[in-house]
């Protein structure tokens, strides 16, 4: 099973800032099989970016994601106060398929 | 554009079997290479992957939970559905139902809106 940790639990950060969020594998995720979510208070998850770096459809530009293997990062550029939410890495390389713990993003 | 929905009871009692279906509209729930998953979230917690079925039939499941968990398909009507046996207080979360496909890569990825289900006797 491939473990994944996420980094910082939580990161509080001011409009217009860039956000970082790391997603560290415990084994090579295979193909790049990683997507991000985001998800608000008492909603799905919403898919944000896969195959590690692949926008998905109607997900603003501000967001990118970058990395392999072991290494993964979720860029926010400029933060929006609706950014506002928890976000989750999640390996669809490998069963059983796993999630991070999550960051949260909180804006100042 | 495929939209999923969960149903089932919100309340089960300790000991007995949890039964969720998820109702798959807008394309064939046989469509080739589609997986259809379950996924858990406890109150105020992270997100756990139960397990999916593939178009084929085959099933992976978490294997902390493969003891007491059956996924299967009703290609009739256009279901998947989850069974989770032995609940106990634990097992309290929201579930909700998703969708990838055709394929891992691409992007396709749907989801339910998701379904409380409180075990209490």
């Known amino acids: 099973e491939i473990v994944l940790t996420q980094s910082p639990a939580t990161l509080s950060l001011s409009p217009g800032e860039r956000a970082t969020l790391s997603c560290g594998a415990s084994h090579s995720v295979s193909s790049s099989y990683l997507a991000w979510y985001q998800q608000k208070p008492g909603l799905a998850p919403r898919l944000l970016i896969y195959d590690a770096s692949s926008r998905a459809t109607g997900v603003p530009d501000r967001f990118s994601g970058s990395g392999s293997g072991t290494g993964f990062t979720l860029t926010i550029s400029r933060l929006e106060p609706e950014d506002c939410a928890v976000y989750y890495c999640q390996q669809y390389g490998s069963s059983p398929w796993t999630f991070g713990q999550g960051t949260k993003v909180e804006i100042k | 554009q495929v939209q999923l929905q969960e149903s089932g009871p919100g309340l089960v009692k300790p000991s007995q079997t949890l039964s969720l279906t998820c109702t798959v509209s807008?394309?064939?729930?046989?469509?080739?290479?589609?997986?259809w998953s379950w996924i858990r979230q406890h109150p105020g917690k992270g997100l756990e992957w139960i397990g999916y079925?593939?178009?084929?039939?085959?099933?992976y499941y978490n294997p902390s939970l493969k003891s007491r968990v059956t996924i299967s398909v009703d290609t009739s009507k256009n279901q998947f559905s989850l069974k989770l046996s032995s609940v106990t207080a634990a097992d309290t979360a929201v579930y909700y139902c998703?969708?990838?496909?055709?394929?891992?890569?691409?992007?396709?990825?749907?989801w339910g809106q998701g379904t409380l289900v409180t075990v209490s006797s």
């Open positions: 998703a969708g990838r496909g055709p394929g891992l890569g691409g992007g396709g990825d749907y």
């Open positions: 807008g394309g064939s729930i046989s469509s080739g290479g589609y997986y």
């Open positions: 079925i593939y178009y084929s039939g085959s099933t």
